[in-house]
């Protein structure tokens, strides 16, 4: 007795998820199947929707549906100044800022040796070129701060310095509204070492 | 600055699953596009092909690509006995454990007032009519043994009893090659209760 072959495929198909394994594979097909045949019927649709249709932008290497994304169109962006961070979530993140107002290079990875992530997963390449386009005054990291993160940016800021790119690092330091009873003491710590002269 | 309709649609129906909120759902979808575009097409494929082609076996309501299931069409098993599971992983299961010979009703459910499944999502109207065929002789109890599944079994044995038929559940006690000392105790409390005259 077995599963019938076409419940084992699609239990084998949502493995490919991050973080799914068998038994979450298989919990998430019954559900599909029991309680969401439209969800699933949406599902498989948006997936071929995506496939099709999204590319990455030519310039900055966000997902987009066009070759060149809505912001790397847009003329009045300052075209001086290169955000670089890791996915499109953080970009989107620093656009509700509304603390930037030039282009984004997005890695859509980072580098990190122990996931098997390389310079060429990070995209490295298209940024080295990206950057050196001789409008492109200033590169900014904005990785994340994680150890993966942190390896990211410094291994981009050497090459981008060695040709003779500006390269700046967003400031670490205490969060705003943030309490000093309240923060973890390594970005305490973080936050005295590179204090600014008030 | 958004992002592409169909990055956003994916985010969304990715977001059908279970146990996965906006932030994993995100996630998910960058994974796929990024790394994972095989696997995507793959996962497509396999919900389109799992839709079109299982349905409820019409006498045990697992999951089949045939009205009857492979298990229900085998007339060398015993018409005689009916073992009831919430889920075809269970049935899978007991036929692992080869101890059983007998015919099987799956729920697809359980009876859970807490998560809004009642009688109805535990499909137990269809398994009244199954076990008053005439032939089933003894109704197998053997959903888990949570509160739920305790809840879903004590409810389907009322009702069956009502109806004349002979009713049991599977054994609660110590695992096979289980030690007093690591056991939880109210595993142990319950093998105390239920003990076998030897």
């Known amino acids: 007795m077995k599963n019938p072959p076409s419940l084992d495929?699609?239990?084998?198909?949502?493995?490919?998820?991050?973080?799914?394994?068998?038994?979450?594979?298989?919990?998430?097909?019954f559900h599909l199947l029991q309680r969401e045949q439209a969800g699933a019927e949406k599902l498989a649709r948006a997936l071929d929707r995506a496939l099709s249709s999204l590319v990455h932008?030519?310039?900055?290497?966000?997902?987009?549906?066009?070759?060149?994304?809505?912001?790397?169109?847009?003329?009045?962006?300052?075209?001086?100044?290169?955000?670089?961070?890791?996915?499109?979530?953080?970009?989107?993140?620093?656009?509700?800022?509304?603390?930037?107002?030039?282009?984004?290079?997005?890695?859509?990875?980072r580098i990190s040796p122990l996931e098997g992530l390389g310079p060429r997963e990070a995209n490295l390449d298209k940024l080295l070129l990206r950057a050196q386009d001789g409008v492109v005054e200033e590169v900014i990291l904005a990785t994340n701060f994680t150890a993966e993160g942190e390896v990211t940016a410094h291994m981009i800021g050497e090459l981008l310095k060695q040709r003779g790119l500006k390269v700046s690092r967003i400031a670490r330091g205490m969060p705003v509204g943030g309490e000093l009873e309240h923060v973890d003491p390594g970005t305490l710590a973080q936050a005295l070492y590179e204090r600014r002269q008030a």
Do not use: W
């Not at 070759?67 to 499109?88: F, G, I, K, T, Y």
């Open 57 to 109: 932008c030519e310039r900055c290497n966000t997902f987009s549906e066009t070759p060149l994304c809505n912001l790397c169109a847009d003329s009045e962006r300052n075209q001086s100044q290169l955000c670089v961070v890791e996915m499109p979530a953080d970009l989107l993140m620093l656009e509700q800022a509304r603390c930037f107002d030039g282009l984004y290079f997005v890695l859509m990875g």
């Open 9 to 29: 495929h699609l239990i084998a198909a949502l493995k490919v998820l991050p973080g799914v394994g068998p038994k979450s594979a298989q919990r998430m097909a």
